[in-house]
T-cell receptor, first 115, second 112 residues
Framework: ETGVTQTPRHLVMGMTNKKSLKCEQHLGHNAMYWYKQSAKKPLELMFVYSLEERVENNSVPSRFSPECPNSSHLFLHLHTLQPEDSALYLC??????????????FGPGTRLLVL | GQNIDQPTEMTATEGAIVQINCTYQTSGFNGLFWYQQHAGEAPTFLSYNVLDGLEEKGRFSSFLSRSKGYSYLLLKELQMKDSASYLCAVRVLGKGGFKTIFGAGTRLFVKA
């Protein structure tokens, strides 16, 4: 248990569906992240939120839409996805974003399959 | 550009020692992390090095040489539960602030 939970753990969706991934952290952290993890590829940073404000958007397609209603919760809204979006989506949190040793605490991920 | 290289897979025997290497070419270096990720689970923090040298933490040690752009993770007295992916990640400081850049990970298989 890392203090970061994600739901659902597995998701299968069609290309025309709309779904949302949820992340919650119980660590009192101020920063939250979404990553995409594909087989044999490095973790790809998608979005970073600090104190509920989006501070980074790494050229992610608009079919992925993040939402951070408060510092403990982070959502990733999905619509009209493509099969190549199938991957493990990891959420992480950290105390902040402006220190060298900013250890990130990860959730277990949502395994997404787009048909 | 920023680049991190580590072997894709390694196999070692229970009770043995294994060294997982990581080389990086980055600008604005501000430290190197190692994370462990078991299949289907969250990556978990193992170590952070910002100064040259070896840091030991139980059966795991991490080494850094900033001049060579090189790090390794050393696992001693291997156990079956050490079978996992090991992610090398570099912390860099650029115009937009700090970022953590991950390598693709090394899958370690520990056999009996």
């Amino acid at each position: 248990e890392t203090g970061v939970t994600q739901t659902p753990r597995h998701l299968v969706m069609g290309m025309t569906n709309k779904k949302s991934l949820k992340c919650e952290q119980h660590l009192g952290h101020n920063a939250m992240y979404w990553y995409k993890q594909s087989a044999k590829k490095p973790l790809e940073l998608m979005f970073v939120y600090s104190l509920e404000e989006r501070v980074e958007n790494n050229s992610v397609p608009s079919r992925f839409s993040p939402e951070c209603p408060n510092s403990s919760h982070l959502f990733l809204h999905l619509h009209t996805l493509q099969p190549e979006d199938s991957a493990l989506y990891l959420c992480a949190s950290s105390q902040g974003i402006d220190r060298p040793q900013e250890t990130q605490y990860f959730g277990p991920g949502t395994r997404l399959l787009v048909l | 550009g920023q680049n991190i290289d580590q072997p894709t897979e390694m196999t070692a025997t229970e009770g043995a020692i294994v060294q997982i290497n990581c080389t990086y070419q980055t600008s604005g270096f501000n430290g190197l992390f190692w994370y462990q990720q078991h299949a289907g689970e969250a990556p978990t923090f193992l170590s952070y090095n910002v100064l040259d040298g070896l840091e030991e933490k139980g059966r795991f040690s991490s080494f850094l040489s900033r001049s060579k752009g090189y790090s390794y993770l050393l696992l001693k007295e291997l156990q079956m539960k050490d079978s996992a992916s090991y992610l090398c990640a570099v912390r860099v400081l650029g115009k937009g602030g700090f970022k953590t850049i991950f390598g693709a990970g090394t899958r370690l298989f520990v056999k009996a």
